[in-house]
């Protein structure tokens, strides 16, 4: 009795030593990455940006201005062409930091220079590597989208029509997108072998992201039905409508509750699988 | 003990069952150096990936510092260091903060990983090289700095996994020097390695593995005498007149376990003693030595008796 009840306190006495060692271990993870990132932070900075920005330039600082007939021309259509995408860039840059930070990275540790065997023999549970790899690249992604903002505050040639009056909401769905574009990074990374990062590049990020109600709100596709109801399995979709019912919410957007469960359900659903395929490879 | 393995079996169940490791038990005291010795696929590999936590077994256990490396792992990896068989340097970072990485990972502050990792770039004579980034290093430079950062959070036992693969002699030599420096520290080190050379100067106990089985375990002399590893006298002779006669006198002696006449002279296989030495020179003079080589049984020789002569793949 006596001594079932010292080795209980044991126990728990190890257990928050141990929580202590994790959580150290986990932040120099942590601090590992910050350093990477700091030193290359001007590439990063040009490759989150780049492509939101030549974007919002040809379309919507260019083309208005050509005029006649075009229906991007500024005053043409209904709605600026501008607030529509600006959400759709938001996703697009959270989702492509989030593999560029994970997939692409991880894949080549695993595969040619097995860096990762050195972060693996950490004292710290497996997961918690996984864990430590996501949560960096939802930095990396939320840092991306929130710079889409001032790039669609200066450049289009009708003001951008941003309306951010709910900031926990947008809060939350920066996070949950973020998580949400590390795991899948983490399921490309984990499964998909280096040589195959650039087809897996052309056959599933780029359509899921084209296909991602990025361009268009969701509602704007009741004339397609089936279009419209087969991309409710597309994550980048709850992306794109989450941010737009956070940030340009005068556009048709689908209800929180909705963009918010169904972002719970693909974080944790890619998040298992991508636990599964980096549990895969780094034990056997 | 500080590394204890009982009864370890790993068994791969696909198309083909492949038995890995068969039921291997090991014991390692505090302080040794521990050789690993076995031909390519004997289960040397495999052992160490169990026993730092990258494998799981299929049975049996392994415990590091009393710690059971399946049930809590990730406290186990504290008492461990591991030099791997391929360069695993962090190529983002340089050779310095590979060393102050590595020691935040396992809780250090950041002037504790400071210093110990300019204590290490001394120790280990990389102090001018410590803003390099891996990928300009040499195989044995980059080698010894994997050596320190294995050892950069005081581990208990250091897995050392075919540490001189691919190394030239001289990085070869610098990376013994090195292991045998860590015997001054305490850290219990075990190595797994076909060169035989490599354990026999090493280790204070071999264990010879093949087919995940434990064939033969002690210390290296003890191996070489109990397997019948035999000393080779060569004898480079002037004449060869009556030398039929000398041979069979040879090999009549106790401590002499064969003897032959060659093209140029005599070869006679003995279990080491020292009074044969004199009595074979003695006995050589008669027909004009000019030459005499001695070969000291090497573990090769055990090692090839108890593995085999069969190419493996």
Redesign the interface.
Known sequence: MNSSSNLQHGNSH?SAL?S???F??F???L??DL??LT?EFLPFLLRVGMQPLLFLFVFTFILPRMGGGNPLAAGGGKTDFGTIILPGLMAVAIMFSGIAAVALPLSSEFGI??????????????WAVALEKVCFSAMQSIIAALLVIPMAIYIPAVPVRADISNWFLLALVLVLASLLAGSLGLVIGSTVNPRQIGLVFSIIVVPITFLGCVYYPWAWLDKIKWLKIAVLFNPIVYMSEGLRAAVTPSIAHMPWWAILTALVFFLAALGRWGLKGFLGR??? | MIVEIQHLTKIYESKLRVVAVDGIDLELEQGEIFGLLGPNGAGKTTTISIATTRTLPTSGTVRIAGVDVVRHPAHARRHIGVVPQFNTLDRSLTVYENLYYHCRYFGFSHGHARARSLELLEQFLLTERKDVYPAQLSGGLGQRVQIARAIAHRPTVLFLDEPSAGLDPQSRMAMWSAVEGLRKEGITVLLTTHYMEEADSLSDRVAIIDHGRVLALGTPEKLKQTYGAETVFDLKLKSREGLEAAVATLKARPDVRGAEATADGLRVMAVAQDGLLPDLVQEAARFGLRDLTIAEPSLETVFIHLTGRDLRE
């Open positions: 190890a141990d202590g060692i994790f150290k271990a932040l120099g993870l601090l590992r350093r990477v030193r220079t097995r860096e990762i065997d050195d972060r693996v023999m950490c004292p710290l549970p497996l780094v034990l056997s």
